[in-house]
């Protein structure tokens, strides 16, 4: 399944959860944000897609641009701001990168070949409105191998 449909079925068929007890002990298996109001959001990717890639999103309530981020960033209106902030996080995320690391490199592009940072593989993202909430989702979909477990052997005191 390549990163679009992925993605695709993930936002269609997942559900997203908004509230103050959104924490790794309470959705363990699902991709999380926090927001500037004290709630967070949890994404529950189905289970059956969640083998498939990597799933994170990235959520923020826009607010007004501080005048050091306009000038850094160019970018004066709150929902563009958070939309491609949100973005920055969760590729971020993705690539496995504090958002300080992402930012001094990329600022709030998306570089050209956004897939080939660590190695994540295809990438693909989307950014949407819910309510007062912006929120970008994201997958890096995992290569699908074939399998060779026949030609293979187990490794000594290890894993396949």
Known sequence: MNAADLLAAAVRDGRLERSSGVSPHEHPLAARSYLSDG???AWHVPSALRSHGTFVLDAEIPR???STLVRRYGVDDP???AERWTRAEALAKLADLPI???LSRHGLT???HVGALRDVGETDWST???GDVIVT???TAHAQRADTSEERSPAVGGTV
């Open 39 to 41: 709630t967070g959001l």
């Open 64 to 66: 007004p641009v501080r």
């Open 79 to 81: 929902g563009t701001f």
């Open 100 to 102: 300080i690391t992402w």
């Open 110 to 112: 998306v570089p050209e």
């Open 128 to 130: 949407e409105r819910f």
């Open 137 to 139: 989702f994201a997958v």
